[in-house]
């Protein structure tokens, strides 16, 4: 405290004479001044900050500005954070803060290039470095030198960057590892293990994670907890919101990259990353639901948030060739579906299905064949999907397990149905809502009925089929949960598609893509916006059909699903380019599919709630 005050006073022309020091003179001298003093990068003297709370009760009329990676936590301390520059802009088409900075900095160095050509490695770099103005300074100063795709690979696979930053700036400035390494060094020994632990996570994560892959408390040498709030009081963890009421850290990736190099350091690599592994197992496993289940929506947040854990955690795993951890990593497939992993987590259920298993590995095998089939079933592979279900009712069988056996059929009524085994298809369904029903378990059963309503092939807008979906519907209303309300909208919808009641086929279509994309049912509704557009068509809305058959087209692509139904049974046999365009012409038809195409599944709901308000072509 009396050098921090002995330096202000120095400030101040103030020094040691024969009426004493001047530290100690300080609050006479400040007493009746109106002052503004500014004092940059305090975290290197917090145990200072008396003297600041003493000199403004001396002078209330002063003020002071003090910059600082760790609060002063005096009392009459307002806290202004310095957030990171945006990477969004402000609206469409304009440069976010953080790419607009980047780029003056590149005209300083490279005032002839064609830099608009290099807007997207410019927005990726500016992520990658989380939009922090002395990491965008520092790194656009090595563009002189490097392209900026070497630049985007080196900083995607944390290598570090050569060279300094300009002469001018402060050493600890010149390189993102002395910024970062001056804060680190406040550190004690305790925290720098603890961070250099938390490195092993990706984006963001929750304190359960937290607890299980950076402690316990004993080894790690503090409270995992009380370590995270000490990181993030001094800015190197930042709290995010979090949707499902946890408490949730994120490190900023420059921080990360300077932490993870520490790990070897920090004692035993190998076994946090297995901890983290086994952590999001856990994780995974206790959230995994069935999509019948009315906790689902809660569950899927909860996984959403923690996406790119999960991924890691499931390479590692099966490059460890961790059996039990892979494959439960993999088995909930509708939530890798929905986060847009489909070919990704495909490729770790193959994997995963070929590690070495023990008796003990076979439930969660059948549920990775589960997974798999259900994968290929919306790549499209329906003999691939057929394979894996008809080896998950082998091990159903070997296991005894009726409830698994039936899930079993209940998958193969699907493949057997599609690829024309009419017969296969009725007896699967026959034996599965036997076991269903000896089972007592009214949601299979239920769904059964769906399925029988819905997915039996050939004849999706015959009037046979009404009252099978009036069936559905009067079941799927006794059940409690997200799931059957979307799946009852759709089977009003599909009633009043096929009596020619294009209104109220609209209406229920629309709700039920409300209630698809809050339950996260994305697969579903992109098969179901091919049938929406020839009901739209069917209404007098020829340009809104078009751009729907468009957004269905481009999300199929983004999510990588495949329709495993023919256009056929989902048009009611009708050739939906023909009709289109003889309605709007070829031109016409192809601009407004292709501008469907850049449409989110979102927007094109929002393109449905307006249809609406409008009234038909005539």
């Known amino acids: 405290t009396t050098a921090v005050g002995a330096e202000i006073a120095r400030s101040l022309g103030l020094f040691d004479s024969s009426g004493g020091a001047a530290a100690e003179r300080l609050p006479g001298y400040v007493r009746d001044r109106q002052l503004l003093l500014v004092i940059d990068n305090f975290e290197h003297v917090v145990d200072g900050a008396p003297i600041v709370a003493e000199l ?82 520092l790194t656009a100063a090595r563009a002189s030198v490097l392209p900026l795709p070497l630049i985007r690979e080196r900083l995607e696979r944390r290598l570090p960057l050569p060279g300094d930053g300009a002469r001018d700036l402060p050493e600890r400035q010149r390189t993102m590892e002395n910024a970062v390494a001056w804060s680190y060094d406040l550190l004690d020994e305790p925290l720098r293990k603890l961070l250099a632990r938390a490195s092993v996570f990706e984006e963001s994560f929750e304190l359960e994670q937290a607890e299980q892959v950076c402690g316990p408390a004993e080894a790690l040498g503090i409270d995992v907890l009380s370590g995270l709030f000490e990181l993030t009081r001094q800015s190197l963890l930042v709290r995010v919101d979090d949707t499902v009421g946890g408490v949730r850290f994120r490190m900023l990736e420059t921080i990360r990259a300077f932490a993870y ?38 569950s ?22 961790l059996t039990e951890e892979a494959l439960a990593l993999v088995a909930d497939w509708r939530f890798w579906l929905g986060a847009g992993r489909l070919q990704e987590a495909l490729a ?39 394979s894996c279900y008809t080896e ?97 909208m759709s089977a009003r919808g599909l009633i009043a598609m096929i009596e020619g009641d294009a209104s109220a086929a609209l209406r229920g279509i629309t709700a039920s893509f409300r209630l698809a994309i809050a339950n996260r049912e994305y697969a579903d509704m992109v098969i179901a916006m091919v049938p929406s557009a020839m009901a739209l068509l069917d209404a007098g809305f020829p340009e809104t059909a078009a751009k729907i058959l468009g957004a269905s087209a481009g999300a199929a692509e983004r999510f990588g699903i495949q329709s495993p139904a023919s256009i056929e049974d989902l048009t009611g046999g009708r050739d939906p380019d023909d009709l289109f365009t003889a309605e709007l012409g070829a031109e016409r038809y192809d601009a407004l599919r292709a501008e469907g195409r850049r449409l989110s599944l979102e927007e094109a709901l929002e393109l449905l709630e307006r249809v609406d308000k409008v009234s038909p072509v005539s």
């Not at 298993?357 to 919306?378: F, I, T, V």
Request: with cysteine; net charge negative.
């Open 392 to 488: 998950q009712l082998r091990i159903a069988d070997e296991l005894g397990d009726a409830a698994q056996r039936g899930r079993a059929l209940f998958n193969l009524i699907h493949t057997r149905g599609t690829a024309g085994d009419v017969d296969g298809a009725a007896a699967a369904m026959a034996e599965a809502e036997a076991i269903f029903t000896q089972l007592g378990d009214e949601r299979w059963l239920v769904r059964l009925v769906v399925a029988r309503s819905f997915a039996t092939p050939g004849y999706m807008f015959s009037p046979d089929r009404i009252p099978m979906l009036r069936e559905v519907i009067e079941r799927l209303e006794a059940l409690d949960d997200p799931w059957a309300g979307g799946t009852a």
């Open 56 to 137: 403004l009760a001396a002078s209330p009329r002063s003020s002071f500005v003090v910059t600082s990676r760790i609060p002063l936590r005096l009392v009459e301390e307002q806290e202004y954070p310095v957030r990171p520059l945006g990477l969004e802009g402000k609206a469409a088409g304009q440069m976010s803060d953080s790419v607009r900075l980047f780029m003056e900095r590149l005209r300083r160095i490279r005032p002839d290039a064609a830099l608009e050509d290099e807007l997207d490695d410019v927005r990726a770099l500016c992520r990658l470095l989380d939009g922090l103005p002395l990491a965008i300074e």
């Open 261 to 298: 190099e520490r790990l070897p350091a920090a004692g035993d690599e190998r076994g946090v990353r297995l901890a983290h592994a086994r952590a999001y197992a856990e994780l995974s496993r206790r959230e995994y639901g069935d999509v019948l289940t009315p906790g689902r929506n809660r």
């Open 300 to 321: 899927l947040g909860r996984l959403e948030a923690d996406v790119a854990n999960l991924a890691a955690a499931a390479r590692f795993a099966i490059e460890q060739r």
């Open 348 to 386: 770790w259920c193959k994997a995963a299905i070929e590690l070495p298993a023990s008796g003990e590995h076979r439930p969660a095998l059948a549920g990775a064949l589960d997974a798999c089939g259900s994968l290929q079933w919306w790549r499209g592979d329906v003999p691939a999907a057929d």
